[in-house]
């Protein structure tokens, strides 16, 4: 017997259906979104505060842990810098005599050792936010902008131990508690947006070119010495105005410099507003922002980046 075949023409499909082959079609027909995408600006600011107890704790667990397979401990948060102060100053403050005409120089120059640290640390360590913990980026969907706000956050939480050691410092070399200590908390402030906003600069940076790393201890030393962490800016200007004036600038402007005479001047008495540079505080507001919301702006441009690859 014959079979007789059913050749009916199949239902036409619903004139709003997706074609089969239309992945992207059928992706916004259920509500299916790109794994990993950046999201927009507001949403990537509200996402980051959403995380803020994690950057915290995240921040405190690895400066408990930083030093925990020394013996001393957390001690050397505080021996670290103190022993690069007394290397700096007996190679700068005598052999080379910047101490003379500067009053207060030891309060001085730990001052600038300390604050010079926070920033150096937290722009090292931001280099490596991302390259350095490749294994969290990939298992957890997070905001990455919290790993270098967090390790910026780390480096502010070691100075603030540490400004224990340089308090007794100041006391013990006869500088007054004065209600001038209060600027101490802005300028720091001031000094964590700005470090943060470079550390996230340097994390994508870092990210896409892991070498940078191996060139920024280098690039930071050099950073240094122009900051006037050893010696006084005030006298070397005094002292060299034949210099171009773009120099002269760039050394006043110096946003390192900005910050460590900005806390001079807020613990040291002999430290007089004379000696800042000019315009400081809108220098330190100016540079916190770019170097903040810049910063903020262009880590978030390689969100969808970061970890692939």
């Known amino acids: 017997m014959s079979q007789v075949l059913d050749t009916a023409p199949p239902a036409p499909a619903h004139p709003d259906a997706p074609p089969d082959d239309d992945p992207a079609a059928l992706a916004a027909r259920y509500g299916l979104t790109v794994s990993g995408a950046r999201p ?5 600011v509200r996402e980051l505060w959403a995380r803020r107890h994690f950057i915290t704790a995240f921040a405190t667990a690895r400066l408990t842990a930083q030093y925990s397979q020394a013996k001393l ?22 052999l080379m005599g910047t101490k003379h005409g500067v009053p207060d120089y030891v309060p001085f120059l730990v001052t600038g050792v300390f604050v010079w640290t926070f920033t150096q640390s937290s722009i090292m360590a931001g280099t490596r936010a991302i390259s ?9 969907h997070f905001p990455r902008a919290a790993l270098p706000v967090s390790y910026a956050l780390q480096q502010l939480q070691q100075l603030l131990f540490s400004m224990a050691a340089l308090i007794v410092i100041l006391l013990c070399f006869g500088v007054p508690v004065g209600v001038s200590w209060l600027l101490a908390l802005p300028a720091l402030a001031l000094q964590f947006v700005f470090n ?10 870092g990210a896409k070119t892991p070498d940078i790393a191996q060139l920024m201890p280098f690039v930071l030393r050099t ?12 006298r070397v200007l005094s002292a060299h105005q034949d210099m171009p004036h773009v120099v002269l600038l760039a050394l006043e402007c110096n946003p390192a410099t900005v910050y460590i005479d900005l806390m001079r001047f807020a613990l040291i008495d002999s ?8 315009h400081a505080w809108p220098l ?19 969100e969808e980046t970061y970890g692939r690859g």
């Open 40 to 44: 927009s600006l507001p949403a990537y």
């Open 73 to 94: 401990g957390q001690v050397w948060q505080v021996a670290t810098p103190l022993l690069n102060a007394a290397v700096y100053y007996f190679i700068f403050g005598v």
């Open 132 to 140: 350095g913990s490749l294994g969290l980026v990939r298992a957890l």
């Open 196 to 205: 943060a906003g470079v550390a996230m600069i340097m994390a994508r940076l």
């Open 223 to 234: 950073w240094m010495y122009v900051s006037g962490v050893m010696w006084s800016i005030d």
């Open 271 to 278: 430290f007089h507003a004379s000696q800042l540079p000019h």
């Open 284 to 302: 330190a507001i100016g540079w916190a922002l770019l170097a903040g919301v810049g910063g903020f702006i262009y880590f978030w441009k390689a």
